[in-house]
């Protein structure tokens, strides 16, 4: 299948500082990925949706500019955390659909990046 | 509003079948997702319905009743590998996935 990487697996930063995890299809184009919060014992929250060469598409309640995403290939979406609070602490995870060949819609998922804002 | 309903958790013997169901209200229906997830790991994907019936892969079975707004999947010989989370999706008519809030399977020997 299909492989999405992301990258940082874990990070651990002061409050006030950015944090960048990105994103990348491997093996695949994917001019569309979704960016994830998932906090302990909840399902995943689509923050928003990352667009190829345009501006992402952010879910009701989340403030497009403290999570900056940035999509300027078609093999890499970035999340920039600014200005990180401890309330921002949580698994961040990113998707992409590869849908080349037909569309079941399966989604292939990063392996997450853990975020713990001190 | 869209809802998707699973339980919280269910236990079962290693070597057991155990079902865990799923029901679903959305705006409009383009397909059901079962996604597997193991603690601090991100989801896996396991099964994808979009007509009635019985999909099976494996030791797993997924099967959907749209009438019902209802699916399961089933899970055959459990092995201790197979503890996680089990999160159920359906793709509604904005191709949006809905997600349940998972059902998290503990196995015991």
């Known amino acids: 299948g299909a492989v999405v990487s992301q990258h940082p697996s874990w990070v651990i930063c002061k409050s006030g500082t950015s944090v960048k995890i990105e994103c990348r299809s491997l093996?695949?184009?994917?001019?569309?990925m979704f960016w994830y919060r998932q906090f302990p014992k909840q399902s995943l929250m689509l923050m928003a949706t990352s667009n190829e060469g345009s501006k992402a598409t952010y879910e009701q309640g989340v403030e497009k500019d403290k999570f900056l995403i940035n999509h300027a290939s078609l093999t890499l979406s970035t999340l920039t955390v600014t200005s990180a609070h401890p309330e921002d602490s949580s698994f961040y995870i990113c998707s992409a659909r590869d849908q080349e060949g037909g569309d079941t819609g399966e989604l292939f998922f990063g392996e997450g990046s853990r975020l713990t804002v001190l | 509003g869209q809802n998707i309903d699973q339980p919280t958790e269910m236990t079962a013997t290693e070597g057991a079948i155990v079902q865990i169901n799923c029901t679903y209200q959305t705006s409009g229906f383009n397909g059901l997702f079962w996604y597997q997830q193991h603690a601090g790991e991100a989801p896996t994907f396991l099964s994808y319905n979009v007509l009635d019936g019985l999909e099976e892969k494996g030791r797993f079975s997924s099967f959907l009743s749209r009438s019902k707004g209802y699916s399961y999947l089933l899970l055959k010989e459990l092995q201790m590998k197979d503890s996680a989370s089990y999160l159920c999706a359906v793709r509604d008519s904005n191709y949006q996935l809905i997600w349940g809030a998972g059902t998290k399977l503990i196995i015991k020997p």
């Open positions: 093996d695949f184009q994917a001019t569309t």
